[in-house]
């Protein structure tokens, strides 16, 4: 069987004036776990239009196309193209989820929620005969578009196989080692996707810590980028895997929140066992914002305590801000960057608050009658798609880009480095800051030479450089922790096989691995 897969790029990825590096960051692990339940003898391949241009004069048999809000248009434009072509079109993903019925009149067969169980369940299906619209794993039987239907119910990550990484591209990435050990999240945040995509089961599960071992062992080099919405998510795990990490020589990067943070030995236990770089969803600095949100995790957090732990450990903080809730006015764009420089934070990723279709703040605002724009490629968080409570849509829209020139001005990144308090740290801040948005002309350079991958080395060089400090405070933390008495209890519960003295490592049976479904969404945008 000959089978494609493909990740449409997002409209500014494929801009012949421009090429932002985070589009070319990670590779589509979704697509590449899928591919892994396919037989030895099936001929497969996936092409990532954000990094390389789609060969479409091909005759594959099953087309598997994962579909992101912003890139909808042009996946069902692709799907409708293969379709004539006498392929049969499977989509999936946050969109297809959340809008089946936008997505069937495109495809054979729709997948909603993850992918673990449907997938191998479908091509046990299609492998009898092509004929998927009957049988036990069908949620809601065809479609009226003819489509066929695959609802996930079963939530679990064991048995999951090895990524195909034989079919990623790595030189087109910066970060080709990314990797995923869980999914979904245990908060319920009104702005985000999550609880759509996971309706009808658990929103939040992990692997065994063995698995997710087993998955690190198998990648070449030292850095790692952990695409999990919330890698500390469960505490128990993640005291586990890092454990596990111990003495690996790996340079990491990953997403927590302000809780998190502040957890006692949590954060040590992270940074002696690599991490250097942390994104974190700070979101709004006004608390009613939160409350409205429903981002409890964050309200009575001391953010500026988190900060201080996080670089005194020596850890970078990309830090994540909405604008355009309803507490926010006009002042919201300075008072929030100024606020970021001042305390050092060395990268900033700035929104505009956008209602994704499925989310309880769509809901909210589809019934105040403030959505404005339905055009599924400005739902990119760079435009205002609904009418602000305290600010016009332009307002936020100039406000937003804004908030992003002033932080990345020069003067901006000096003065953040400054904040670091001593003359290493401030330039290691300088070097980060500047490197990723100040140069991103070179950056455009490099994409479009197809040597992404090179750039690597120099990534790791900061790491490195970030984190001497912390990495040695935190590892002498944590081994007074144990020395104290902290027990391997957790380790144990789950599934780490250890000797004392001896670096974690898996245990010789660990089988399951890693990786966001494909059908569901691995690129972090």
Not at 24 to 30: I, K, Q, T
Not at 106 to 125: K, V
Not at 491 to 501: K, L, N, P, T, Y
């Given at each position: 069987?000959?089978?494609?897969?493909?990740?449409?790029?997002?409209?500014?990825?494929?801009?012949?004036?421009?090429?932002?590096?985070?589009?070319?960051?990670?590779?589509?692990?979704?697509?590449?776990?899928?591919?892994?339940?396919?037989?030895?003898?099936?001929?497969?391949?996936?092409?990532?239009?954000?990094?390389?241009?789609?060969?479409?004069?091909?005759?594959?048999?099953?087309?598997?196309?994962?579909?992101?809000?912003?890139?909808?248009?042009?996946?069902?434009?692709?799907?409708?193209?293969?379709?004539?072509?006498?392929?049969?079109?499977?989509?999936?993903?946050?969109?297809?989820?959340?809008?089946?019925?936008?997505?069937?009149?495109?495809?054979?067969?729709?997948?909603?929620?993850?992918?673990?169980?449907?997938?191998?369940?479908?091509?046990?299906?299609?492998?009898?005969?092509?004929?998927?619209?009957?049988?036990?794993?069908?949620?809601?039987?065809?479609?009226?578009?003819?489509?066929?239907?695959?609802?996930?119910?079963?939530?679990?990550?064991?048995?999951?196989?090895?990524?195909?990484?034989?079919?990623?591209?790595?030189?087109?990435?910066?970060?080709?080692?990314?990797?995923?050990?869980?999914?979904?999240?245990?908060?319920?945040?009104?702005?985000?996707?999550?609880?759509?995509?996971?309706?009808?089961?658990?929103?939040?599960?992990?692997?065994?810590?063995?698995?997710?071992?087993?998955?690190?062992?198998?990648?070449?080099?030292?850095?790692?980028?952990?695409?999990?919405?919330?890698?500390?998510?469960?505490?128990?795990?993640?005291?586990?895997?890092?454990?596990?990490?111990?003495?690996?020589?790996?340079?990491?990067?990953?997403?927590?929140?302000?809780?998190?943070?502040?957890?006692?030995n949590l954060l040590e236990r992270a940074v002696a066992c690599g991490l250097r770089s942390l994104f974190v969803g700070f979101e709004t600095l006004n608390s009613t914002n939160l409350l409205e949100q429903r981002k409890f995790q964050n309200l009575r957090r001391d953010y500026g305590e988190a900060i201080r732990r996080l670089h005194d450990l020596g850890v970078m903080i990309n830090g994540s801000f909405v604008f355009g809730m309803d507490g926010d006015d006009a002042s919201v764009f300075e008072r929030t960057v100024e606020w970021a420089i001042e305390r050092g934070i060395e990268t900033a990723t700035f929104h505009v608050l956008t209602p994704?279709?499925?989310?309880?703040?769509?809901?909210?605002?589809?019934?105040?009658?403030?959505?404005?724009?339905?055009?599924?490629?400005?739902?990119?968080?760079?435009?205002?798609?609904?009418?602000?409570?305290?600010?016009?849509?332009?307002?936020?829209?100039?406000?937003?880009?804004?908030?992003?020139?002033?932080?990345?001005?020069?003067?901006?990144?000096?003065?953040?480095?400054?904040?670091?308090?001593?003359?290493?740290?401030?330039?290691?801040?300088?070097?980060?800051?500047?490197?990723?948005?100040?140069?991103?002309?070179?950056?455009?350079?490099?994409?479009?030479?197809?040597?992404?991958?090179?750039?690597?080395?120099?990534?790791?060089?900061?790491?490195?450089?970030?984190?001497?400090?912390?990495?040695?405070?935190?590892?002498?933390?944590?081994?007074?922790?144990?020395?104290?008495?902290?027990?391997?209890?957790?380790?144990?519960?789950?599934?780490?096989?250890?000797?004392?003295?001896?670096?974690?490592?898996?245990?010789?049976?660990?089988?399951?691995?890693?990786?966001?479904?494909?059908?569901?969404?691995?690129?972090?945008?």
């Amino acid at each position: 069987m000959k089978v494609k897969m493909i990740l449409p790029a997002l409209t500014e990825a494929t801009s012949p004036f421009w090429r932002p590096i985070k589009y070319s960051l990670f590779p589509p692990l979704g697509l590449a776990t899928l591919a892994a339940y396919l037989r030895a003898d099936d001929e497969v391949e996936i092409q990532d239009e954000h990094v390389e241009r789609l060969n479409l004069d091909d005759t594959p048999d099953l087309v598997v196309i994962q579909v992101y809000i912003t890139s909808a248009n042009r996946a069902y434009r692709l799907a409708d193209h293969y379709r004539r072509r006498g392929a049969h079109v499977a989509l999936g993903g946050l969109h297809v989820t959340s809008l089946p019925d936008e997505a069937m009149p495109h495809a054979d067969t729709i997948f909603l929620g993850p992918g673990e169980d449907t997938w191998p369940r479908f091509l046990a299906d299609f492998r009898r005969g092509g004929s998927v619209a009957s049988g036990p794993t069908l949620a809601t039987g065809a479609a009226p578009h003819g489509a066929a239907v695959y609802r996930s119910e079963i939530r679990t990550l064991v048995g999951v196989p090895p990524i195909r990484r034989d079919l990623i591209k790595r030189h087109l990435y910066l970060v080709p080692n990314s990797i995923v050990v869980s999914r979904g999240c245990p908060h319920v945040c009104d702005f985000c996707y999550k609880e759509a995509f996971f309706e009808g089961g658990r929103s939040f599960y992990t692997q065994t810590v063995d698995a997710a071992l087993a998955e690190i062992e198998r990648l070449p080099g030292r850095h790692l980028y952990f695409l999990d919405d919330h890698l500390f998510g469960n505490p128990r795990f993640a005291r586990a895997l890092f454990d596990g990490m111990r003495g690996m020589g790996r340079l990491w990067q990953a997403a927590g929140t302000v809780n998190a943070v502040l957890a006692p030995n949590l954060l040590e236990r992270a940074v002696a066992c690599g991490l250097r770089s942390l994104f974190v969803g700070f979101e709004t600095l006004n608390s009613t914002n939160l409350l409205e949100q429903r981002k409890f995790q964050n309200l009575r957090r001391d953010y500026g305590e988190a900060i201080r732990r996080l670089h005194d450990l020596g850890v970078m903080i990309n830090g994540s801000f909405v604008f355009g809730m309803d507490g926010d006015d006009a002042s919201v764009f300075e008072r929030t960057v100024e606020w970021a420089i001042e305390r050092g934070i060395e990268t900033a990723t700035f929104h505009v608050l956008t209602p994704y279709p499925g989310t309880a703040l769509h809901a909210r605002m589809a019934a105040q009658r403030r959505i404005t724009i339905h055009d599924w490629d400005l739902y990119d968080t760079r435009h205002a798609v609904f009418r602000p409570a305290r600010m016009s849509a332009g307002e936020l829209e100039a406000g937003y880009r804004r908030a992003y020139r002033d932080f990345y001005r020069w003067g901006s990144i000096l003065r953040g480095a400054r904040a670091h308090g001593g003359a290493m740290r401030g330039l290691r801040h300088a070097a980060y800051a500047a490197g990723w948005k100040k140069f991103e002309p070179c950056w455009d350079l490099v994409i479009r030479a197809r040597r992404a991958g090179m750039m690597l080395p120099v990534l790791e060089t900061i790491l490195t450089e970030f984190g001497k400090r912390g990495a040695d405070v935190s590892t002498s933390v944590v081994d007074r922790h144990e020395m104290l008495g902290a027990s391997t209890k957790d380790a144990g519960r789950f599934g780490v096989h250890r000797g004392a003295g001896e670096r974690r490592s898996p245990c010789s049976h660990a089988a399951e691995d890693t990786e966001p479904q494909c059908l569901p969404c691995s690129r972090s945008s």
